[in-house]
């Protein structure tokens, strides 16, 4: 019998995206594949490396121009309509209308997912209770919100038609220390019977909720893997301790070597977090240190090379 | 079935399924046991493989009690479920997990000339010995899929263009290419040797 | 019974369609009946005692979907048909603000206040008055308060929540098409309060000229200028949308006012020798088959500029 982890609800075989610009042809993504089921995976890279585009894929806002997306062995593109049933999608730019409050919003959004009305009201009431906006005003409207709160609302429209497949694009982008939290306690709670796909370039969120780990770079798929595959190559290539402030900036302008963490240590000391391509330690005196999630992310671009 | 004794059957199936998916468990023991036979026989038809079958039944069972499959309000059960299970096999083909998989289960290749497995079970090879199954085996998966969702699913025409998603002109005529084609086969003798004694001693 | 005892151990009786798939298939009943006695000896294979209460059981014990999906999935087949679709179009009416029902309801009285004016002191000779003037509101209010209607409508493309509106199960064709629908429901109501004010008050015209005289003073130009401010306004962007529309509006009334007779403005006896009515509405379907495309067009233009 099939065990949960080894099935896939959607899969990606060899997407591409390519947008022509007065430039040439630029590509966003080349050549994407992979599987995706219940769970929380994650999706990292840096600004331009095309997560974003991977993501409006997935919720079939655009087309790809290679490839194929599948859910449940059947092509997105054969019935999108009936797939969007099934996504709750958080852009990286989430608006609403601004007039209108965040519960008619969300009722808004309820019609379009095809939510029937009596069932929508309470619906709207929970999901603002699970991202902890029950506290607003009932008369405030949308443009009212603080940047955070409105991603909160963002969030709340993904959750509304309980979708077994969440994308969300940076969901904890401009979040407070204690909203994350919720957020990502949230997100692992939903993983139970959902599939989760979201972006981050907060990697510490990354490490608290990942069962499986996509790294995105320059459009291509860079890594695929588990948590601890993910952190694996970094190992033995991180190192830590105190250095003279002189010696830590002359290792943020080295070449080859990436400055992760720095904090004081005394006067004219500082407690650095280094890494390295190499094996051996930058400077006498660093020790190895296990790696996390952050520091695989920056070695993997470190060996990856220049850009 | 008649076209009246059809709706009847399918307005029960839409409520049963309804019932199954709000958490009524009564209701999926009896939508698993009205329709696993049938998904079963349609995915050991297809792929020709005994043990697969019962794997691709689970998934295609499990898909629809997630509701992971959306179906649109005009679109009638049956062909509706026969899709899922179309859909689960053609997954399972393509899976990358699976390759190995199905060369061993003799399903790789158009020659029908698949790796001998010793786990394959006597009741696998059984089948895979029979004439007919070298038949099917010598069609394209879009061809084996409407010969055996007429022949021996029973569906209509109309029903295989809704679970395959295709024009009803395109159902006609792979139906008829593939009757074409295996006619040609049969008249050829192309086939893989058979013996004739498993046939007499069965039944 | 199968020798055996093994599902898989006799051969299966086959349901019988063969004159109906001789037919359907027209090959000669010989060859036919060839190839269906080889396929009807293909050994039954009955699932395995047991196998549908063990698929039972291990489903009851995997994650299901939440409570609310639960519900979700069992109201009713997903996506749905007609009532479906009429409720998203209902939903699309929460885009409106009630500014804009208030504003587009204030000038359309102004304008039938003045038409009414100026038509009874035309009557009352104390005012001489071509057919441009007596057109208000019908002639030229109307098809501004369409067209700048579906510019507003669509502004969530520049700066609202088209990409969570797109992630619906809604085609964006259907969910532009469904505003254009609501702005000119909402100013034909409008016109038709506005002819029940006028009714009576001016020289009543006789029934084929009424009808004339709606469709080539008002339905055309509605028409066709809503089409323009929906096809550009997708195609481009909404202010585009307003400025073509307004802009090709201007010149096609001071092309009427310099040269009655061809112009869109015309004496109700003339009306039906004008060109411009009917390539008006033959533009409108042009128009709206391409908006349809490029409401899709759209989502791209958005994905190219956040890519």
Redesign the interface.
Known sequence: MRSARSRSWLELDGIGKGYADPFGRRRALRDVSFALGPGVTVLVGPNGAGKTTLLRILAAVVRPTAGRVSWCGRAVAADPVAYRDLIGYLPQDFRSYPDLTPAAFLAYVSALKGIPREMARARTEEVLRLCGLSGLSPGGRCVALSRGQLRLLGLAQALLNDPPLLLLDEPTSGLDPEARVRIMELVRRLSAGKAVLFSTHVLADAAQVADWVLALDEGRLAASSDPDGFVAPARGRVFGGVVEAAQAAALRTAKGVAVVGQVPSGPGRCRVRVVVPGAAPPLPGLQPIPPDFEDAYVCRRLLAGPS | MTGRERDESVADEDRILAAALSGDKTALSELVGRNYGRVFRYLVRLGGDYHLAQDLAQETFYRVWQGLCGRRETAPFRPWLYRIAHNVFIDHVRSWHSRNVVAASGLAGEDGEGEADPVVSIVSRRLERSQAAALLRKLSPDHRAVVVLRFYEDLTLGEIAETLELPLGTVKSRLHYAFRELKDLLASDELPGFRESDDGRDG | M??TG??????ER??A?WPA?RE????EGR??D???A???????????PG???T??E???S?????A??????????????LW?TL??L??QT??F?F?FWAAAALVSLIATLVTLYLRLAALSGRIDLTAFGLALPFGIISPVIAALGVSYALR?LE???W?????????PAGMAMGRFVIVLAYVTGLSLVAALVMGGRTQPLAGTEILTAVVTTWLAPVLFLGAVSLYASLRFSPLTGTVVSLGLWAALLTAGHYRPGVGLVADPGQAWLSVMPAAMLLATVALLLAASRAAGQA??RA??A??
């Open positions: 199968p020798k093994h599902p898989c151990g006799g051969r086959h349901p369609p798939m359907e298939l027209g090959l060859d036919f060839a190839v269906a080889v396929l009807a000896a293909l050994p039954s294979c009955e699932p395995p196998a549908a209460e698929t039972v291990w489903l009851a995997v994650p299901r979907p939440g609310f999906r639960r519900r979700l999935l069992a109201a009713g087949p997903r996506p749905g048909g479906w409720a998203v209902r939903s929460r885009v603000s500014g969530s700066n609202g929540p990409e969570v509106e797109l992630s619906c199960p809604i085609t989502a791209e994905g190219r956040a890519a």
